[in-house]
């Protein structure tokens, strides 16, 4: 309490309040946060799709689910823009794109538990071995997409590439998720989907859960 009283004390002095001023840079606070809720102005369940592409499925799944909220992540700027314009035909008020890296927003920027369903469907595969740092499953992607799902929330992945796929699923069970046999609804919807499926390729799709997440803080014996 008398530290409170001393910094309230020191804040009100005109020196303090020009060094504030002078040396805090503005704009910080929430600067890497996405706050659903603000966005969306309601809590409701919410679905992810990282890497949307021109948003064929989650544009469908958004009119289709009118009772959820959706975040469509898509790095490329002008393919971004061409899934925001369609989705605006379409008058949805539950869906968003956010034209950037998913990896940060997942790492940092979304809030804990947040997350009900999360699609990936056919990742950029970088097949070759000098390229796979590009790749986008990673043992920390896994590790922050567990952040962000709630328990019980599904996170669905297709792709085209075998062996892509063996390492994803090894990768999301070594991360403690649980592979359920469900349908995934993006495996045979999205603009990749469709055109693989066309030509005759096999899609590896999986579905996946969470096991009970721990508790933040442990109560300790006494
Ligand atoms: C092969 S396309 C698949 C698009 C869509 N999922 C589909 O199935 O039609 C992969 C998409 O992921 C996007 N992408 C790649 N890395 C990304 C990242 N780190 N964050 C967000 N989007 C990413 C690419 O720009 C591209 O549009």
Same mark, same amino acid.
């Given at each position: 309490?008398?530290?409170?009283?001393?910094? %309230?004390?020191?804040?009100?002095?005109?020196?303090?309040?020009?060094?504030?001023?002078?040396?805090?840079?503005?704009?910080?606070? *929430?600067?890497?946060?996405?706050?659903?809720?603000?966005?969306?102005?309601?809590?409701?369940?919410?679905?992810?799709?990282?890497? &949307? *592409?021109r948003g064929?499925?989650?544009i469908a799944?958004?009119a289709?689910?009118?009772?959820?909220?959706?975040?469509?992540?898509?790095?490329?700027?002008?393919?971004?823009?061409v899934m925001a314009a369609r989705a605006g035909r379409h008058g949805l008020?539950?869906l968003?794109?956010?034209?950037?890296? #998913?990896?940060?927003?997942?790492?940092?920027?979304?809030?804990?538990?947040?997350? %009900?369903?999360?699609?990936?469907?056919?990742?950029?595969?970088?097949?070759?071995?000098?390229?796979?740092?590009?790749?986008?499953?990673?043992?920390?992607?896994?590790?922050?997409?567990?952040?962000?799902?709630?328990? *019980?929330?599904?996170?669905?992945?297709?792709?085209?590439? #075998? #062996?892509?796929?063996?390492?994803?699923?090894?990768?999301?069970?070594?991360?403690?998720?649980?592979?359920?046999?469900? &349908?995934?609804?993006? #495996?045979?919807?999205?603009?990749?989907?469709?055109?693989?499926?066309?030509?005759?390729? &096999?899609?590896?799709?999986?579905?996946?859960?969470?096991?009970?997440?721990?508790?933040?803080?442990?109560?300790?014996?006494?």
């Amino acid at each position: 309490m008398a530290r409170m009283r001393k910094a %309230s004390r020191l804040l009100r002095r005109d020196d303090a309040r020009a060094a504030i001023s002078r040396l805090v840079v503005a704009g910080c606070d *929430g600067y890497f946060a996405v706050d659903p809720r603000q966005i969306f102005a309601r809590e409701a369940p919410l679905e992810l799709e990282i890497g &949307a *592409g021109r948003g064929d499925f989650i544009i469908a799944r958004a009119a289709s689910i009118p009772a959820h909220d959706f975040l469509a992540v898509e790095l490329a700027g002008q393919v971004s823009s061409v899934m925001a314009a369609r989705a605006g035909r379409h008058g949805l008020t539950n869906l968003r794109v956010l034209r950037m890296d #998913a990896r940060p927003l997942v790492n940092l920027m979304l809030p804990a538990d947040s997350i %009900s369903a999360c699609h990936i469907y056919f990742p950029d595969p970088w097949p070759k071995e000098r390229q796979a740092k590009h790749r986008l499953f990673t043992p920390t992607l896994v590790a922050s997409l567990k952040r962000v799902l709630r328990d *019980g929330a599904r996170l669905y992945v297709a792709t085209d590439v #075998a #062996a892509y796929a063996e390492g994803i699923f090894a990768m999301l069970e070594e991360g403690g998720f649980a592979r359920v046999a469900e &349908a995934v609804p993006g #495996a045979s919807a999205t603009g990749y989907a469709r055109k693989f499926i066309a030509e005759g390729r &096999a899609v590896f799709a999986g579905a996946f859960v969470i096991g009970k997440k721990p508790p933040l803080f442990q109560e300790t014996p006494d």
